[in-house]
């Protein structure tokens, strides 16, 4: 276990950092402007699941290996930039489904959204950089194995991503909901967040934002 003191410190960093908007909170805050409330929501849960099995390779040792090759740090991060302009594309084609009223939108599966989601949170190269180099360093030899320690950091960071991530998602639904009393003023919202993922997609490949 982390001394009680080493995680509380942890987590008043974590948190300062995921408040900052990032590729987690343009990437919500795209996709419940495109789809809605629940697809944000959704996308948060399955983002959170990526990050937990960044976590796992972290503790593991295998986001190490990640993180010091080039090569297979570039091909997750195009992989994940790609995928992200693929879904802002997709909103943008189907903008014209978001016209009705939300409560009765187009249903979209819920493990679709969960998968997409996932695929965005686990192909995220910052996100893994950055728990290969800041996890150890709130580690105690001394506290017992380091790999649990690890994966109880990393825990307390996907936990606090996924409440401040959907507070951001219920923020921009709310935001959506308000333009739902115009179906021209919806549509332009589904192009608005098709736009954010394709740009926030084009900036990771280029530049690999901070996660």
């Known amino acids: 276990m982390v001394p009680l003191s080493q995680l509380l410190t942890f987590a008043a960093a974590a948190a300062l950092l995921i408040a900052l908007p990032g590729p987690s ?8 402007l495109a789809l809605g409330r629940r697809a944000g929501l959704l996308s948060v849960v399955g983002n959170a699941s990526g990050m937990l099995v960044q976590t796992a390779a972290v503790a593991l040792g295998v986001g190490a290996i990640i993180a010091e090759s080039i090569a297979v740090l570039t091909v997750v991060k195009l992989a994940g930039a790609a995928y992200l302009i693929f879904l ?3 909103a943008i084609r189907h903008r ?10 187009v249903p979209r599966s819920a493990w679709r959204l969960l998968a997409q989601g996932f695929v965005v949170g686990v192909t995220n190269p910052k ?10 360093q709130f580690v105690d030899p001394a506290a017992g194995p380091i790999p649990p320690q690890l994966a109880e950091l990393g825990l307390v960071f996907v936990v606090l991503a996924l409440g401040m991530d959907s507070i951001w ?3 921009a639904g709310a935001a959506r909901h308000w333009f739902a009393r115009s179906p021209r003023r919806l549509s332009r919202l589904g192009v608005v967040g098709g736009v954010m993922m394709i740009g926030l997609g084009g900036t ?3 530049t690999g934002a901070k996660s």
Not at 25 to 32: A, D, N, P
Not at 96 to 105: D, F, G, M, T
């Open 204 to 206: 990771l490949a280029v």
């Open 169 to 171: 998602a219920l923020t």
């Open 88 to 90: 802002g594309i997709q």
């Open 96 to 105: 014209h489904e978001v016209q009705a009223p939300v409560e009765r939108a």
């Open 127 to 136: 996100s893994i950089v950055f728990f290969v180099a800041i996890l150890p």
């Open 25 to 32: 909170v343009l990437f919500v805050i795209g996709r419940t």
